[in-house]
Structures are given as C-alpha cells and as structure tokens.
C-alpha cells in the first residue's frame, strides 16, 4: 500500500499536509502511514479511500512494500 499511497497523493497533487488536514490528523500522522509505520484506523482507511479512489482491499492489505 505504502508506494501506492503516495503515487495516488501525487498524482492527486496533494501535499501530504493537505492528506493530513483532508482526514483530520496531523502531517506527521500522515507521513507515518506513507513510511509504513503504521495502519491508519478504519475511520482514516475509509476517507484515504475516498480522496484517493483505493479500493477497501487495497487499504486494508497487510502487505508491506520496500
């Protein structure tokens, strides 16, 4: 999830200031999910999935790209 999250901000063209303040955390929060720190909540899933298009799977996969 992690490459494909921040491929779909990008293109997006959003700053991840902008993902943090869209979701209702802080940047920092945000970073976290894109470096694969942790797993955003089910409430953050459920508006990352709606700002980027991600389909339920795709946010909730326990991969972890490199």
Avoid: C, H, W
């Avoid at 997006?12 to 999910?33: C, D, F, H, N, P």
């Amino acid at each position: 999830m992690r490459k494909n999250l921040i491929a779909r901000r990008k293109a997006k063209k959003l700053s991840q200031e902008e993902m943090a303040q869209k979701i209702g955390v802080e940047r920092s929060t945000y970073s976290g999910y894109e470096l694969g720190y942790f797993s955003p909540s089910m409430k953050n899933a459920l508006k990352i999935k709606e700002i980027l298009g991600y389909s339920k799977d795709d946010i909730f996969s326990n991969q972890r790209d490199s």
